[in-house]
């Protein structure tokens, strides 16, 4: 694979790598402004620009110019109509010229370039600028990202701070543009004042002077890099290639350059050497005149701090002053052969320094500040020996004075305090203690305040040169102790006082505790029982709360009298404080019950009352209104329950009876229908009533077992039953004429179900069935007693009424000479045929029950077949329906 087909294999991962990316909406901010300018850095060469990266290119005509001028080559001639297919038509020219540069567009097609997709526009654009402006980029046999990446870590390697490793984070603080900047052109940046923490300077700084002075426009913006955890990279590497094309022509002039530089440079580090060394000998010989009068200075210092600080300063001189000097010195000397080698072997004149500044004048100079150097160090090592012997008994005062200075701080101010005038009991009890161990520790010290007394007093004796400041100190430490001496007795005095009042005061905290107490819980639970909200059902439940009340009003003088007992032993507390001053620091300690809570619960309590005699009375009228309306229902239930039981009872009765034909029992049930209908009246009066108990909140009733609903249920079976009897002789009627069935047969057979019906319901069930078809003299296996039922129960019900079981009976009756009357009745209709037509039978039946028969027609299937006729089982089934025929 040659190189332009790694290339090109690096331009498709890059496009792959961060296609996913494109969107972010702060690098898509940051790559339209880059491709932007960057395209508009080739377009203007061509007369024009474009403002919008996704808009100006959807007619292709500013794309193909723009490959144009990067590419050097024409491109075939655009399309100039306005229409979709002329715009395609030139992007793909675009596209094709892309492609024939060898460079595989992935996902990119015309239509969404047209269409002003911003992702595959940007994608495009830096698809281009891979292969136009950073593919041909070669450093050291790399190529494209990796060779431009050597480049500028080649050219910023000598700058601080500059650390190029990738084409993002690496330029956040923007001194990775100046050091490029400053490296090919080091005049139009002053690289030593930029700082590390202001990227934003540094950034608009390379970018104005890019923009400026190398003609490359801004294509970042400052602001945007900063606030950019990861700028974008294909935005950055665009730029810094404008930078690699624009200083690469400027590398070959700098390496002609220091070619000759290089022949001017020994001349000049020559006049340079003989420059440095009269500057370094003139410096060296005036620090030596300085330095040798400080050296010689013999003033002495009263305070071994004083002479110490000398000694440290001496000290710096050797460790930090003069070891520089020296060094200069050599230098010096090293400078001045080294020049004179060079002079010689440049066949120049050999140097001679200016006069004083010889070599030899220097030494002896030098000479001269050691021996200073050597006197000043044992002058101050003697000094420092007078000294210390005292210092020695000063620091020794200044410790024990500082020691009890410490132990005394604040002590003062804690034997001032007054917190004893709110302190409870327990805390007076507790300060108490501490101040006795005060006292020890005050008595413990008065050792150590007669020490410091002696030494100042020595130290008057010695002539010490700070004694008036040691005598003030001393004066100081004996006038305070004498005064934390007066406090502490003041102290003990208060506080012994104070605890013997506020023991008084705390048994009649206590007292008042122990009886607040339960007083309130028998208010709080006498507002709670007065404000109950109670639910009572009858007169005797209204009755006890009422005694109940009238109990609790007859212990109210007896607590009235504790109330003024409690507030008593208050009103005493109050009066001790007033007459001794008390400040007493909170509440009672041993109950939260204050006097104004007790007077507030106890007025509630006497509101209460009243308004709970009212509540009693109110409800109590109410309870006679609801017991009034409970007997009143009643008195209407307990009549109209009975009665529907009873007319439920005759109604079976009389379902069951055979008394007379079936046309009387149906008259006598229609009679008995109407009676039952006149009865609604009272069943809509007791409606009337139950309405007002349920408005009433009755829930119960004592005078009767009947509820509305039972009430409204039987009525309803009331009214079901006496319709359904009526339904079944109505049917049984219909089934005797249509069957044949005489009176004695129907009575027969309502006394054999009657017989079997052993549960009295009116329906037999599967066993009592099966019984009373045996009894018939039926001789069945499983399968058809089966077929039996399957016609009796046809909805598999377990059951067999008495209108099935007539039904039943009456068919297998009528069943032996059917078949003989249907056939009878079809040769007569059809004469020598086998089918009857639909005209024959609209000729012989009447309207109505042919047309009944025509639509129940079915094909006749005979050998002789005629359309729309009706053979023997089609008319046996249009004349008696499904049957076993």
């Known amino acids: 694979m040659d190189q332009y087909d790694e290339n090109h294999d690096y331009m498709h991962q890059e496009d792959d790598w961060d296609r996913d990316m494109l969107l972010d909406p702060a690098w898509e901010k940051q790559q339209r402004k880059t491709f932007t300018a960057w395209c508009n850095s080739h377009l203007r060469k061509a007369g024009t620009q474009i403002e919008s990266i996704e808009d100006d290119f959807r007619d292709g005509l500013k794309l193909m110019l723009l490959l144009e001028v990067i590419s050097g080559e024409r491109l075939p001639k655009p399309e100039r109509g306005k229409m979709r297919v002329h715009k395609i038509s030139n992007v793909n020219k675009a596209?094709?010229?892309?492609?024939?540069?060898?460079?595989?567009?992935?996902?990119?097609?015309?239509?969404?370039?047209?269409?002003?997709?911003?992702?595959?526009?940007?994608?495009?654009?830096?698809?281009?600028?891979?292969?136009?402006?950073?593919?041909?980029?070669?450093?050291?046999e790399t190529s494209a990202k990796e060779g431009l990446l050597l480049w500028c870590q080649r050219k910023t390697a000598p700058y601080k701070n500059v650390n190029i490793q990738n084409f993002h984070i690496s330029w956040k603080d923007g001194l990775g543009f100046c050091a490029l900047i400053h490296r090919h052109r080091p005049e139009l940046i002053d690289y030593g004042k930029l700082r590390k923490d202001d990227p934003l300077t540094n950034l608009n700084t390379a970018f104005d002077v890019a923009e400026k002075y190398l003609d490359i426009p801004k294509m970042l913006d400052a602001e945007d890099i900063i606030s950019t955890l990861r700028p974008d990279e294909k935005a950055v590497m665009t730029y810094v290639s404008c930078y690699y094309h624009a200083f690469s022509g400027a590398q070959k002039a700098e390496t002609a350059a220091n070619r000759i530089c290089k022949v001017l440079a020994v001349n000049q580090e020559n006049e340079q050497l003989m420059e440095d060394y009269e500057k370094l000998a003139s410096d060296l010989l005036e620090w030596i005149r300085r330095t040798i009068p400080w050296l010689e200075n013999r003033t002495p210092e009263n305070t071994m701090q004083a002479m110490q600080q000398k000694l440290e300063d001496f000290r710096d001189y050797r460790r930090l002053h003069k070891p520089p000097k020296v060094q200069e010195k050599c230098q010096l000397e090293i400078n001045f052969n080294?020049?004179?080698?060079?002079?010689?072997?440049?066949?120049?004149?050999?140097?001679?320094?200016?006069?004083?500044?010889?070599?030899?004048d220097i030494n002896n100079a030098w000479g001269t500040l050691e021996h200073a150097e050597k006197g000043y160090e044992e002058w101050m090592l003697n000094e420092i020996g007078r000294l210390e012997r005292l210092d020695h008994l000063a620091e020794k005062f200044r410790q024990k004075a500082c020691i009890h200075e410490a132990w005394t701080d604040g002590k003062e101010e804690m034997l001032k305090q007054k917190d004893y005038e709110t302190a409870t009991l327990s805390e007076i009890k507790a300060l108490l203690k501490k101040h006795e161990a005060f006292e020890s520790d005050l008595a413990a010290h008065?050792?150590?305040?007669?020490?410091?007394?002696?030494?100042?007093?020595?130290?008057?004796?010695?002539?010490?040169?700070?004694?008036?400041?040691?005598?003030?100190?001393?004066?100081?430490?004996?006038?305070?102790w004498d005064n934390l001496g007066a406090l502490t007795q003041t102290r003990k005095e208060a506080l012994e006082r104070t605890e013997k009042l506020l023991e008084t005061i705390d048994q009649l905290y206590l007292e008042y505790a122990k009886r607040a107490a339960p007083f309130n819980n028998w208010m709080e639970g006498a507002m709670e029982d007065l404000q109950d909200t109670f639910i009572v059902h009858t007169i005797e439940e209204i009755q006890g709360l009422t005694t109940a009340h009238e109990q609790f009003?007859?212990?109210?003088?007896?607590?009235?009298?504790?109330?003024?007992?409690?507030?008593?032993?208050?009103?005493?507390?109050?009066?001790?404080?007033?007459?001794?001053?008390?400040?007493?620091?909170?509440?009672?300690?041993?109950t939260t019950i204050t006097p104004v809570e007790i007077n507030n619960k106890w007025d509630k309590v006497r509101?209460?009352?009243?308004?709970r005699d009212n509540a009693l009375m109110e409800e109590h009228a109410r309870q006679q209104h609801n017991e009034k309306l409970r007997k009143q229902f009643a008195a209407q239930a307990n009549v109209v329950g009975p009665w529907i039981q009873t007319k439920m009872q005759e109604i079976g009765r009389i379902s069951i009876e055979m008394h007379g034909t079936l046309e009387d029992q149906l008259n006598h049930l229609r009679q008995y229908e109407k009676n039952i209908v006149n009865y609604k009246p009272k069943i809509d009066q007791l409606e009337g009533d139950h309405q007002q108990i349920q408005e009433a909140l009755i829930f119960d009733n004592k005078h009767t077992l009947y509820t509305m609903e039972h009430i409204r249920v039987g009525w309803e079976q009331l009214l079901t039953t006496i319709a359904r009897t009526i339904n079944e002789i109505e049917n049984q009627i219909l089934t005797r004429d249509a069957k044949g069935i005489s009176q004695e047969q129907m009575n027969e057979f309502r006394s054999s179900f009657n017989h079997f019906d052993r549960k009295k319901t009116g329906m037999m069930d599967v066993d009592d069935f099966r019984a009373c078809l045996i009894s018939m003299g039926y001789n069945m296996g499983e399968s058809e007693f089966a077929r039996i039922m399957s016609i009796v129960d046809p909805n598999h019900l377990g059951v067999v009424t008495f209108q099935a079981f007539i039904d039943f009976m009456s068919r297998e009756t009528a069943d032996t000479d059917t078949a003989d009357q249907v056939m009878a009745s079809f040769k007569i209709l059809a004469g020598d045929k086998n089918y009857i037509t639909a005209e024959e039978l609209r000729r012989e039946l009447p309207p109505d029950q042919a047309e009944y028969c025509i639509v129940r027609m079915a094909?006749?299937?005979?050998?002789?077949?005629?359309?729309?006729?009706?053979?023997?089982?089609?008319?046996?089934t249009a004349l008696y329906g499904e049957s076993d025929l």
């Open 859 to 876: 094909p006749y299937t005979g050998p002789d077949a005629v359309p729309g006729a009706l053979d023997y089982m089609s008319f046996s």
């Open 95 to 140: 596209l094709e010229f892309i492609a024939s540069k060898g460079v595989k567009l992935v996902s990119i097609g015309a239509e969404e370039i047209v269409d002003g997709n911003a992702k595959m526009t940007l994608g495009m654009i830096w698809t281009i600028i891979l292969r136009f402006a950073i593919q041909d980029i070669s450093v050291e």
């Open 338 to 360: 080294t020049l004179q080698t060079k002079l010689r072997l440049s066949n120049r004149p050999a140097f001679m320094p200016s006069e004083g500044k010889m070599v030899s």
């Open 607 to 611: 509101q209460l009352v009243p308004q």
């Open 446 to 480: 008065q050792d150590r305040v007669e020490q410091i007394a002696a030494i100042a007093q020595e130290l008057n004796e010695l002539d010490y040169y700070d004694s008036p400041s040691v005598n003030a100190q001393c004066q100081k430490i004996c006038d305070q």
């Open 553 to 590: 009003k007859a212990t109210l003088p007896e607590a009235d009298k504790e109330r003024q007992a409690i507030l008593g032993i208050h009103n005493e507390v109050t009066k001790i404080v007033q007459t001794y001053h008390v400040n007493m620091a909170g509440s009672n300690p041993y």
